[in-house]
Nanobody, 120 residues
Framework: QVQLMESGGGLVQPGGSLRLSCVASRSIFSIDAMGWYRQAPGNQRELVAT???????NYADSVKGRFTISRDNGKNTIYLQMNSLKAEDTAVYYC??????????????WGQGTQVTVSS
């Protein structure tokens, strides 16, 4: 199991930047994939960006070229650098950890979320 804690959310103006952090309670070497998801009021939770243990990344089309996911294994931390923020990026952002033991044993862990509001 793993506990996740996000930070870095807040209010930012359109076109601005924000960096989110997620600290895991265990070494991220043992986590198969980590990522960021977001949910705006009235919307379903959607994938923003993921990174597996080999460093391969995946981004939602809506954030490609603007957001970058990265990690620091020594600090058990993943980051989401968000640039050129738009009003439609406003949402609660959640950190996710995915662990695969077998095809019949997969686990997902979630942080409590951090609010990102893009507004003038």
């Amino acid at each position: 199991q793993v506990q996740l804690m996000e930070s870095g959310g807040g209010l930012v103006q359109p076109g601005g930047s924000l960096r989110l952090s997620c600290v895991a309670s265990r070494s991220i070497f043992s986590i198969d994939a980590m990522g960021w998801y977001r949910q705006a009021p009235g919307n379903q939770r959607e994938l923003v960006a993921t990174m597996d243990s080999s460093g391969s990344t995946n981004y939602a089309d809506s954030v490609k070229g603007r957001f970058t996911i990265s990690r620091d294994n020594g600090k058990n931390t993943i980051y989401l650098q968000m640039n050129s923020l738009k009003a439609e990026d406003t949402a609660v952002y959640y950190c996710n950890a995915h662990i695969v033991r077998s095809v019949r044993a997969e686990y997902d862990y979630w942080g409590q979320g951090t609010q990102v509001t893009v507004s003038s």
